[in-house]
């Protein structure tokens, strides 16, 4: 797909300038908005929210904080989750080239994050019957087990064939805030970041470049055409 005709990337802030989920979920309702309405190309949004929980369709009581924290309820699919300083979340909001192919377009963003974890020497797997991407366990070289660890989120909505919601990338936060939740209501797993794998700090400005160029490589059959004479946004940003 020429870059001509793909809808823009726009960063909307990475720390120490995060932003607000309930503004950037505004935002993304007022442009999914004007994309059915084919008055927007839409836009992939990239960015770092400030700390939240928010809970999808699926979520269950059970999953919810133990400390009492402050719980975002939103129209994705999915259950709990967490974002936060230090993770990548992208938003694409954009139409379909197949409305009925949301299967497809969740393995489209899967293996944007397998390739980006690929160039980070990282083998990303798909884990039947879960979404997101997994780094999958075995046995440390201590010969003890370890569990499967979730190292991205995949939660989204599809209406009038286009999307909203999308990923979140775990590079550097910190795993203090899946302590006290059941993270995608998943209990025998658990979670991790670019940064333990590793063994080095990896922020989501070191990888929003490799996100991009995977994200644009295999859009063409997944994301329709832009017309690029439209703007995707009415102004800017969060401002």
């Known amino acids: 797909m020429p870059a001509t005709t793909m809808p823009p990337f726009r960063v ?55 400390d009492g924290s402050d719980v975002v309820d939103v ?8 974002h936060g300083p230090g993770q990548l979340v992208c938003y694409p909001v954009v139409r379909l080239a197949d409305p009925a192919a949301v299967k497809e377009y969740v393995w489209f963003l899967e293996e944007v994050l397998i390739r980006t974890l690929a160039d980070l020497g990282l083998a990303g ?11 999958l366990g075995g046995t440390d070289v201590q010969g003890r087990t370890t569990q499967d660890r979730k190292i991205a989120a995949i939660g989204l909505r599809v209406n009038h ?24 209501g998943i209990t025998d797993a658990g979670s991790t970041t670019l940064s333990a794998e590793t063994g080095r700090t990896i922020t989501p400005a070191d990888v929003l470049g490799t996100v991009r160029e995977h994200f644009a490589a295999l859009a063409p059959g997944h994301l329709a055409p832009a017309d690029p004479i439209m703007n995707p946004l009415r102004k800017e940003p969060l401002q």
């Not at 928010?54 to 919810?64: F, M, N, Q, S, V």
């Not at 129209?75 to 967490?82: A, F, I, N, P, Q």
């Not at 797997?125 to 997101?132: K, L, P």
Request: proline share 4%; glycine share 10%.
């Open 125 to 135: 797997e798909r884990v039947d019957g879960r979404s997101g991407v997994w780094i």
């Open 12 to 66: 909307l802030g990475l720390s120490p300038d995060t932003v607000d989920y309930r503004s950037a979920w505004d935002l993304q309702q007022d442009l999914h908005a004007r994309v059915v309405e084919g008055s927007s190309p839409g836009a992939v949004l990239l960015l770092e929210h400030t700390a939240v929980y928010t809970a999808g369709k699926r979520t269950e009581p059970a999953d919810l904080p133990d």
């Open 75 to 82: 129209d994705r699919g999915g259950k709990l989750t967490w």
């Open 161 to 184: 064939g286009v999307s909203m919601h999308g990923f979140a990338l775990n590079c550097s936060n910190s795993l203090a805030a899946y302590e006290h939740i059941v993270a995608c």
